[in-house]
């Protein structure tokens, strides 16, 4: 198994450009997620999804959108990037039931 | 509101122990976690505690008192590569498995 995967590992963007960050699993999990984590603090809760087609905001969640049509891939879409969107972000997955959940390696994000 | 609280930084002596507190105020329990986070690289998992007590694990061990909103991790033996950020989470009741997350406490180890 793969775990759950995130491309690409870094990127460069300039303001108002947009982009999706791709993230994968291949543990049949049920739970998706997604975080940012800016310089020295925690994991801020993006969006979530409970399963295929149901997905919902999380603590964050202006200028992201998400999608999870199949169980595997939950795409994160940044629509006009701004500034305040440069950060590391974070796709993990769980398997309801379960203790741990599974991170990516993520994705360092730069927005200029 | 919800809030959890850890120390920022510690430093502590190769071989040593160490204690990182963490406590938290949320609206609902439902586990508490820790993760161990290196400079760059996603977090992993280190313990869960639901009840409370101490669960030991290696030369890692936790420790939760809910009345109190408290848990420490407790990690002996320290070595180089335990250079890391430690972060403590609280899942709450009906939460769809999200963990509310601690800014992490990072821990320098020194020869």
């Known amino acids: 198994n793969a775990g759950v995967t995130q491309t690409p590992k870094f990127r460069i963007l300039k303001i108002g450009q947009s982009m999706t960050l791709q993230c994968t699993q291949d543990?049949?999990?049920?739970?998706m997620y997604w975080y940012r984590q800016d310089p020295g603090m925690g994991l801020k809760l993006i969006y979530y999804?409970?399963?295929?087609?149901?997905?919902d905001k999380g603590e964050v969640p202006n200028g992201y959108n998400v999608s999870r049509s199949t169980t595997e891939d939950f795409p994160l879409r940044l629509e006009l990037a701004a500034p305040s969107q440069t950060s590391v972000y974070f796709c993990a997955s769980i398997q309801g039931g379960s203790e741990t959940q599974y991170f990516g390696p993520g994705t360092r994000l730069l927005v200029l | 509101g919800q809030n959890i609280d850890q120390p920022t930084e510690m430093t502590a002596t190769e071989g040593a122990i160490v204690q990182i507190n963490c406590t938290y105020q949320?609206?609902?329990?439902?586990?508490l976690f820790w993760y161990q986070q290196h400079a760059g690289e996603a977090p992993t998992f280190l313990s869960y505690n639901v009840l409370d007590g101490l669960e030991e694990k290696g030369r890692f061990s936790s420790f939760l008192s809910r009345s109190k909103g408290y848990s420490y991790l407790l990690l002996k033996e320290l070595q180089m590569k335990d250079s890391a950020s430690y972060l403590c989470a609280v899942r709450g009741v009906d939460s769809n498995y999200q963990l509310i997350w601690g800014a992490g406490t990072k821990l320098i180890i020194k020869p």
């Open positions: 543990m049949n999990h049920n739970y």
């Open positions: 999804s409970v399963g295929a087609g149901i997905t």
């Open positions: 949320t609206s609902g329990f439902n586990g």
